[in-house]
């Protein structure tokens, strides 16, 4: 028996399940901290005595998160929402931030009609070297259309806007999830398909336009 061989499998194993395990603990702990002293609170007025019940509060922030998903669903309380956040765009200073935060998460909505239309791969940051990234718009100037693509570079939400030639970017058969993993994963979990045509960085087919 190989007992180096085996302690080292045994922390390619460990290390990630931890992390893993303690990332949901953090989580657990954040979340629950954060919604349990209004429901001990009104457990108490009720019970006296009573102590705190861990997992109340995780509990409540996603039967919170569930009412507002509904809550936004519903004519009314869009429009509510939108008179929420045409408020907070009024607030000097934090009208950027919010508005970018806003832009940012709406992009990976697949319920949004400005959230990324397709994933491209394309020359980026030098020549020969190629990088995933997300078409926002299309646009066309002087006759010749360009791409705009969303490039991540750090972490997910920080990266490049590129304006590319379409004969120069290259369709992927993939859906944003897809390429969200593949970028989350550090190119762990790059399907297979990704490169199955051996010619597609030499002939990249020119994308239709709608």
Not at 193 to 205: Q, Y
Request: aromatic share 10%; proline share 7%.
């Amino acid at each position: 028996m190989d007992l180096k061989k085996s302690f080292v499998t045994g922390i390619f194993v460990m290390v990630p399940l931890m992390l893993s395990v303690g990332i949901l603990v953090w989580f657990f702990q954040k979340v629950d901290g954060f919604f349990s002293p209004p429901i001990d609170g009104i457990v108490g007025a009720i019970v006296p005595g009573a102590t705190h019940i861990p997992g109340t509060g995780l509990l409540t922030g996603l039967l919170i998160i569930l009412l507002v998903g509904l809550f936004a669903t519903n004519v009314v309380g869009a429009r509510i929402l939108a008179g929420i956040d045409w408020l907070i765009d009024r607030i000097p200073g934090y009208r950027t931030v919010h508005t970018t935060i806003k832009q940012l998460t709406n992009a990976f909505s697949p319920d949004s009609t400005r959230s990324f239309k397709e994933v491209l791969l394309v020359e980026y940051p030098k020549e020969n070297s190629y990088a995933l990234g997300f078409r926002t718009e299309t646009v066309e100037k002087e006759g010749r259309r360009f791409a705009v693509v969303f490039v991540p570079t750090n972490n997910l939400y920080l990266g490049e806007v590129l304006f590319i030639p379409e004969e120069k970017t290259i369709r992927l058969s993939l859906t944003v999830e897809q390429a969200v993993k593949i970028l989350v994963s550090g190119g762990i979990a790059s399907p297979s398909e990704l490169f199955r045509h051996k010619d597609a960085l030499d002939k990249p087919t020119p994308p239709s336009v709608s």
